[in-house]
């Protein structure tokens, strides 16, 4: 019966050691994969996997299986949208989905707990979730060239945001100021503002 607990407790104590977040050093220094293959044969080894520009049309769901995976590039592709389901990437730090199709962002972006980057610029995005708020982690949001009008009120509660990149998105003056006092602490950039809008 010893034997048994203990081997169970090995066990687990490897899969909670398997899943531990990386620190910066650490992530740089970590294998990236550029092939989906290479990576689901080896899953528990998989921290970064770019496929930038593989002209994929749907989210590559078999990287749900990645359990360890804490960047994923999926910028330069032809997708249409983030699935719901993005959720399951519980350990992802950074998320890079610029110059693809996107017109949404789905409110189960606000689950990414752990989430540092997200990157979705050159895109047709209309709007930012309320949930987007719930990435307390965040330190980098890049929307620049979308299709925004405004952002939530809830962005303000991105306490640890340094960078907000909104350039080439025509905000008119108020908003600009409006999106200046949610994040008094931030780095935010801007198009200059446009009359039209106001």
């Given at each position: ?12 104590s490897d ?16 294998k ?26 749907e989210f ?31 350990h ?13 962002i789905p409110p ?18 209309t ?9 307390k ?36 003056d108020?908003?600009?100021k409006?999106i ?6 931030t ?8 009359a039209?809008?106001?």
């Amino acid at each position: 019966m010893t034997i048994v607990i203990c081997f169970i407790a090995f066990i687990f104590s490897d899969e909670i050691q398997a899943q531990v977040l990386l620190d910066g050093e650490e992530l740089e220094a970590a294998k990236t994969f550029y092939s989906l293959h290479d990576a689901l044969a080896q899953p528990d080894s998989v921290f970064k996997l770019n496929l930038r520009g593989k002209k994929l049309k749907e989210f590559p769901v078999e990287v749900y299986s990645l359990h360890n995976l804490q960047v994923l590039n999926l910028s330069r592709n032809q997708l249409k949208e983030i699935p719901a389901d993005i959720y399951k990437l519980q350990h992802l730090q950074e998320l890079d989905m610029s110059n693809n199709k996107l017109s949404q962002i789905p409110p189960e972006i606000g689950k990414l707990k752990n989430l540092v980057k997200l990157k979705l610029n050159r895109n047709v995005i209309t709007s930012i979730p309320e949930e987007a708020g719930e990435l307390k982690n965040l330190e980098v949001l890049e929307m620049w060239d979308n299709e925004l009008d405004t952002v939530p009120d809830e962005i303000h509660n991105l306490v640890h945001l340094k960078t907000f990149e909104l350039r080439g998105i025509l905000f008119s003056d108020e908003e600009q100021k409006r999106i200046h006092s949610l994040l008094p602490d931030t780095k935010v950039y801007f198009s200059p503002s446009c009359a039209c809008k106001q």
